[in-house]
């Protein structure tokens, strides 16, 4: 039987055969299925490609192709940035820096200095139609405010510092005071609350911690900090776990009322923590913010992930919404200080390589939106929904298992925080030599 490294190993670049032979073309370059309003985002279209090629990079020398493919990347974003308006990171301007940053280093500057001219003392303004009455800033890590700090921190520079400021002060001005700390809603005043890592508190806090230590800006420590007491008093914290509520009231959507993922669980809301501790805030509602985050993947591990235990329960093996970015969250964990979690992350990895899709081209992912008829979705090539965010994990995954737990590690905007300095290869750490607590 092959051995587990090189099955991952195989899988990862039969996943990635599979995506690549999903990229198209027309006259303005390289082109991804889907709609035409993703063509240009991390989310779903070529700059998510970026980091599977910087993953490779780690394994092999690229191809002639896959070198082509990179250069057409940089070549299309660079010369977007001057017009682009959209500023969010995984849409958007700050997501064209952590492409650049990773295919190119020094290019990601153009789309820097766009964000430096489009801010406002609010924000930036979303280009989504997603605010009812306005094109006013939202909040968040995926569309908002929090994923552009994010980047600038990542980045570094001399333009990150007003990226930053900038952000971090309108973060202040939308937090919401709770009973015991800080909300933030995509916008002040909208319906609910997701309060995880994607879309509420949980990645806000992060952003503001990390700006803050860079900065030297206190009050937006303090204000991360008081996000996280907010979760904490939310939080369920039966057997030792730690997990929130998807959305708050939960009427507002069609979805289990906890889930476990990056996104809206406690993967992606352990991430806080490390964030926390690299701004040196050491306890959170009465806990150390180290065991919050072992907490957080206890709760996840507890939960079942990646078993199918019902309709809804776990239909997605994607990085955003399922089994790869839950297996990249706990090798961060791994790496950072628990060794024994790399055995979980195998765990999410023989999920994959058991549902895994093969056919002449390589390997994909079908999905399932149990709400629907036929409920099985079609595959998927790109960065948080498909086959490369798969790619990139189960590689990485080869890696730690070929060279063991200081393998180098690709770093990104919205996670480098989470493992030691010495393994990361694309962040600049603005504010300087970081510590990660476990």
Known sequence: MTSYPTSYQELGEAAWAWTLGQVGADDDGPVLPGPASDRDTVYAGLPGLAPVLAELRLHRPLTEAETALADAIVTRLTGLAATRVEPSLYDGLAGDVAALRLLAPGSERAALERLTHLRTPDGWETTFDIRPDSRAPLTDVVMGTAGIVHAAAWAGGDLAAGIMTTGGEALLRAAEPTAHGLDWRMWPGYRSSSPNFSHGTAGV????????????????????????????????????????????????????????????????????????????????????????????????????????????????????????????????????????????????????????????????????????????????????????????????????ERDGLTASVVDRPDQWWTVPPAVRTGAADAGGAAGVAG
């Open 205 to 400: 806090a992060a952003a503001l911690a990390v700006a803050g230590r860079a900065l030297g800006r206190a009050d937006f420590v303090d204000a991360a900090r008081r996000g996280g007491e907010h979760l904490v008093a939310i939080a369920d914290l039966a057997g030792d776990g730690f997990a929130v509520p998807h959305t708050i009231p939960p009427s507002q959507r069609e979805v289990e009322p906890v889930t476990y993922n990056w996104c809206h669980g406690p993967a992606g809301t352990s991430q806080l923590f490390p964030a926390l501790a690299l701004a040196g805030v050491a306890e959170v509602g009465g806990f150390p913010v180290g065991d919050l985050r072992r907490r957080c993947l206890h709760s996840v591990l507890a939960s079942g992930v990646p078993a199918r235990l019902r309709p809804g329960f776990w239909d997605n093996d994607g990085r955003c919404c399922g089994t790869a970015g839950v297996g990249d969250i706990l090798l961060d964990a791994a790496q950072s200080f628990d060794a024994s979690l790399l055995a979980a992350a195998r765990t999410m990895a023989d999920a994959l390589v058991e549902r895994a899709v093969h056919d002449e081209t390589g390997a994909c992912w079908r999905f399932i939106e149990h709400r629907q008829d036929p409920p099985l979705l079609p595959p998927n090539p790109t960065w948080m929904q498909g086959s490369a965010g798969i790619a990139a994990f189960l590689l990485r995954l080869a890696r730690v």
